[in-house]
């Protein structure tokens, strides 16, 4: 079973900054990390999860609506990573897993910038998305992509394709884990903490610590 920390590690640095993720890589009690990639106005891929600045930067501001060079830094004072920056991390036993917040018919550029840079990124690599268009995109690459799943004004849909679910941990039951394992798809769950009371036996495992 893998284990993965959300953000990175949350517990001792700011959510998504690079220290928060170079030290969750490292962390033996887990397998990597999960992180968010979103797109600025200039078309720069960076870790980071919110529509707005304010939370993390203190400026009521769209991360769509600024230059990469012009963002202001985060909360800790550091600069809002690129996702290039995770290529200086190297570990092969090691698992990233990158949770695309665009929507999939963004242009075809950043595409390619996208697929460029996770190239370059020399670890295991997991692409996520609750826009499930990316599935054919990350096949195309031979990436592994996770369907995340939620519940949406009480309507659950699951993917009729792929071969990893990433549920909300609350959607996870004996039923849903059978149906996966009679459809070789694997199962994973988002986002467990240490007050919550999880005992399946599942594949994947996305942690805040």
Not at 124 to 149: A, E, V
Request: proline share 2%; net charge neutral; hydrophobic share 35%.
């Amino acid at each position: 079973m893998i284990k993965l920390l959300h953000r990175g590690n949350q517990k001792n640095y700011l959510e998504n900054s690079f220290i928060a993720l170079s030290t969750g890589f490292i962390n033996l009690e887990y397998d990597g990390f999960e992180t968010d990639l979103k797109l600025t106005k200039d078309n720069k891929w960076v870790l980071f999860h919110d529509d707005n600045l304010k939370r993390l930067c203190n400026v009521d501001l769209n991360l769509k609506d600024k230059n990469y060079i012009d963002l202001p830094l985060l909360i800790n004072h550091f600069q809002i990573p690129l996702l290039s920056n995770l290529s200086f991390l190297k570990c092969e036993n090691k698992i990233m897993n990158l949770e695309i917040k665009e929507p999939f018919d963004i242009d075809n550029r950043s595409k390619d910038d996208l697929i460029n840079i996770i190239k370059r990124i020399d670890n295991n690599i997991i692409i996520s998305s609750f826009d499930w268009r990316w599935y054919n995109w990350c096949k195309k690459y031979d990436l592994n992509f996770g369907h995340l799943i939620e519940e949406v004004n009480g309507n659950i849909t699951y993917p009729k394709e792929g071969d990893l679910w990433i549920l909300h941990y609350k959607l996870i039951n004996n039923e849903i884990i059978k149906k996966c394992r009679n459809n070789n798809i694997k199962i994973g769950c988002f986002t467990l903490d240490k007050t919550i009371k999880f005992n399946y036996n599942i594949d994947l495992e996305i942690w805040n610590n």
